[in-house]
């Protein structure tokens, strides 16, 4: 449960701080307050990972982290900014969920 609250929050922040640099990105500017809190948002997640590190090694983290983050965050290009999703993406968010099943094969329960 705390492995899966921590990775959840760690998740969360980095996608609020990808959709609010994203708007920055689209208009606003490096001196809007979007870019400020979505850069805020990129630092917090130190403190997750810093739990979660404690009790899992950095690779096994690392893994599930950038899956949760990726998924999140090609839907929301796709649905909120309207950006394609190519097989190029597909395929990647593919091997991404390949690399899930790698890290879990064998793990002890």
């Known amino acids: 449960m705390t492995t899966l609250f921590w990775l959840a929050v ?3 922040l980095t996608v609020v701080g990808d959709y ?3 708007l920055a990105a ?5 001196n ?3 870019f400020a809190l979505g850069a805020l948002c990129y630092g917090s997640p130190a403190f997750a990972w810093y739990l979660l590190m404690q009790q899992h090694n950095l690779a ?3 893994v599930f982290y950038s899956v949760a983050t990726l998924i999140i965050v090609a839907g929301l290009g796709v649905v909120v900014f309207k950006e394609p ?3 190029r993406e597909g395929a990647g968010v593919a091997l991404a969920l390949a690399a ?3 890290m879990n094969v064998g793990r002890e329960a």
Not at 26 to 30: N, T
């Open 10 to 12: 760690a998740t969360l």
């Open 20 to 22: 609010l640099i994203k």
């Open 26 to 30: 689209s208009g606003a500017g490096l």
């Open 32 to 34: 809007s307050w979007q």
């Open 60 to 62: 096994t983290v690392a």
């Open 85 to 87: 999703f190519t097989w």
């Open 100 to 102: 899930v099943l790698v």
